[in-house]
């Protein structure tokens, strides 16, 4: 017997914790495949986290995850498990332990992370969709560098219940597809389906988003934005954030550290994991965060909320790059990851600090490589989302 | 030597965990008294958090939270601690194991909860301010009950290093005082200073939450609310919950009873509690709350936070009753109290459900009993609330 493994030249799935399951219903989903990030839990498999060390240390899971069985419920067929970044602490999606998926529209890239298989698959076509995570930008990053459509939904939109958590106020379930229907039909199915979304107002552009991404991003995408301008009405320009976007960089990270902490801690120092370069820091960073720091950095994400919240007013969208640039090279050095992580961080940290729903379509290029229009709704406006990449597609 | 003890004739302050300190500084608030809430560690002695068995099964704290010794390192004498509900767990100050705090203000009524003993102890003039905390009411709740200022921060912006968690992303420090003045004096302490407010702009009235409240609630405040108005401009009518009230009192149950599984549900499960009326059908509750109505919670609080955001649009306040009425009598049947509290929690829960800052005003009397009316700011305003305080007073 085949399974995925046999045709994934791009290294998205994982050997160690391969799992396969079919359909446990019929329904809207009938027909297509997907792949799960290793994060999710399987009935009687071991979840591997991307981490050795997390494998060992667990025993295998008693449930499936929801979001998995909902899928499968409706008719999906899951072909195997994803690959993530360790502890899916990453935006890059080069795992020390378990090597770089290959993102096959942007040779010699990397596919960015965490949920750095998901993304390679459906950019490959192994899949038709696949689940992932997005906790600081793991669905939408990589969508934005494979070329495909990525979802974030509203913070608690989708159920996590047996998913691995990194940092559970920010943690989501999202998913990507190659085109516009299946993503939608895929949100239908996970979306809690008592929160019926408001038709897309004003449109916002995010004037400084656009600046700290840069003049090469800003002209990649400026067909894009036209597109939607041409659908929705012409973008009125706003700021993400008035004290600057680069202090979201030390709020999302004190605050996704100290999560990390409470959720991760205990496991860590009673195992004391052999951590890859980079998640090592994070968590020894994490280890010996100031209490003070960690207050100050909540009352912050409550203003930044606040702010991107009184901005969107229930109906309208806010337009932004998804990410300040292409795809960097593989194997580039950690100082020169962890800079650039930082940038990302900032232009990708507004859905996670508000709860807000996040879409991120494959609409520029830069070198030939893809580049992501992203769209911000106001909580609980995912269908608008999805239906919005509809009509542009 | 005296203590606060011999003075206490209205039961605020615990005997069984008494602890005493001296300021450990000077600054501005040498020469005020105040007590703190038996959930904040005192270095070298036990927490009682209102319940016997946690007391028995934790050790001596070994540091000082941070918001008492910043108080103290500002001045104040901390003369004794106060006494809570059960795991702050409640809102009427009807503790199980450690009796009722007499409301000198309401005779034969309850203080209100969880912050009891320091609403008591502020009320009965034995010290100049108190620090409690408030989850889903329980600084705002018992300030109005006993006819006392009342404070609740920004989510984030005051720290609880140092204290008992009940459900973390809804807890904040707040505290309780008679004068406008020394309300201001102690949040200047309290709040972490790089967060300016914004004087006040629109003021909005909660329509929905008057017309739960009803109509003696509205008529007992309609002078407090024309005195609003004079100083900072007519009101425009608002919902603070378009979709209802209601809706608040079981996603705030299932938010609130989730996290608080989680930070307690260990302890529990190993040291079984003998819990008193109330905390254990809601501990009960916990234990066995299914995941998909914490997501379903978690999506709805989300656009509630929302709403409530976008209305505040970074300088308005909206105005609101605090307590659907005044205190109720003590002693009353568990039923009566449950649904009473039910219906405080919808009309409490806007602040915790969107990080906003919450001021209650002892402004109203019905039956010559303490109302209060109450204004919420946008995120980061608490300085704008506490400012306000001072004009009306």
Redesign the interface.
């Known amino acids: 017997m085949t399974t995925i493994l046999d045709r994934d030249t791009f290294g998205a799935f994982t050997r160690h914790t391969h799992a396969a399951l079919p359909p446990s219903g019929t329904g809207s989903l009938t027909g297509l495949t997907f792949g799960a990030k290793d994060l999710y839990d399987i009935a009687g498999a071991h979840t591997g986290f991307g981490s050795p060390d997390w494998l060992g240390s667990h025993g295998p899971a008693d449930v499936t995850a929801?979001a998995v069985q909902r899928l499968m419920d409706a008719g999906a067929e899951m072909v195997g498990r994803t690959h993530t970044d360790e502890m899916a602490w990453s935006l890059l999606g080069e795992n020390a332990h378990y090597g770089t998926p290959v993102n096959v529209n942007a040779p010699g890239r990397v596919p960015g992370g965490s949920s750095s298989g998901s993304a390679a698959a459906v950019a490959g076509g192994l899949v038709d969709f696949a689940l992932g995570s997005d906790t600081g930008g793991s669905v939408r990053l990589p969508a934005s560098f494979c070329g495909v459509l990525g979802m974030r939904p509203?913070?608690?939109?989708?159920?996590?219940?047996g998913a691995c958590a990194l940092a559970p106020?920010f943690d989501t379930a999202g998913w990507f597809a190659r085109e516009a229907d299946v993503l939608e039909r895929v949100g239908r199915v996970l979306l809690?389906d008592?929160?019926p979304s408001r038709p897309v107002g004003r449109v916002l552009l995010a004037e400084d988003a656009f600046a700290w991404a840069g003049d090469a991003v800003t002209a990649a995408l400026a067909e894009a934005v036209a597109r939607v301008e041409s659908l929705f009405g012409a973008a009125e320009r706003v700021a993400l954030a008035p004290q600057g976007l680069a202090g979201w960089i030390d709020d999302f990270r004190v605050l996704q550290s100290a999560e990390a902490w409470e959720a991760h801690g205990d496991w860590v120092t009673r195992v004391k994991p052999q951590f890859g370069p980079g998640v090592k820091e994070r968590f020894a960073f994490a280890a010996t965060l100031e209490?003070?720091l960690?207050?100050?950095?909540?009352?912050?994400?409550?203003?930044s909320?606040?702010?991107v919240?009184?901005l969107?007013?229930?109906d309208a969208v806010i337009v932004l790059p998804t990410t300040p640039g292409i795809a960097p090279m593989r194997g580039l050095p950690q100082d020169t990851l962890n800079a650039f992580r930082g940038q990302c961080i900032a232009m990708l940290a507004a859905a996670g600090m508000?709860?807000?729903p996040q879409i991120t379509l494959p609409m520029g290029r830069i070198d030939g490589c893809p580049l992501g229009l992203s769209v911000i709704g106001?909580?609980?406006n995912d269908t608008q989302l999805l239906a919005l990449a509809g009509a542009l597609a």
């Open positions: 929801v509203s913070h608690g939109r989708v159920s996590l219940a106020s809690a008592d929160s209490p003070a960690v207050t100050k950095a909540r009352a912050h994400r409550m203003t909320a606040a702010h919240h009184s969107l007013g229930g508000a709860g807000c106001a909580p609980g």
